[in-house]
């Protein structure tokens, strides 16, 4: 089955923040940082479940329909707390709301289209 435009879109999105969730995540690492700061080992899961979830968009499977949907859950979670630290805190003004909500707006648009593309496959998988 070939995907619709939206969900290739969704899955090229994902591979993109899953390829830079990873390359960041190991860059600091041999930056110097820290492994037992949390921030790495939730770019280095952000990264795999990101790809994983491109990837496995359409695949048959009952695991590869609970890798997509942890990645969408990933993806998403990560937005809402990005966006949310970002626009709740008192000090930014309304400069910011643009730059942050845009790139949000389009991050979730990409998930409804990741998650589109699960559900033609097959929620649960077959």
Request: net charge negative; no cysteine; charged share 10%.
């Amino acid at each position: 089955m070939r995907d619709s435009w939206f969900v290739t879109l969704g899955r090229a999105v994902f591979f993109i923040i899953g390829a830079g969730a990873l390359v960041m995540a190991v860059g600091g690492l041999t930056g110097g940082e820290s492994i037992t700061d949390p921030v790495f080992p939730a770019g280095i899961a952000l990264g795999i479940l990101a790809l994983a979830a491109a990837a496995l968009t359409s695949a048959d499977g009952s695991w590869q329909a609970v890798l997509v949907w942890l990645g969408v859950a990933a993806v998403v979670g990560g937005v809402a707390v990005f966006a949310g630290i970002i626009l709740l805190d008192p000090d930014v003004g309304a400069d910011v709301y643009g730059p942050v909500l845009v790139p949000s707006v389009l991050i979730l648009a990409a998930a409804a289209g990741v998650a589109l593309g699960r559900m033609r496959a097959g929620a649960l998988g077959t």
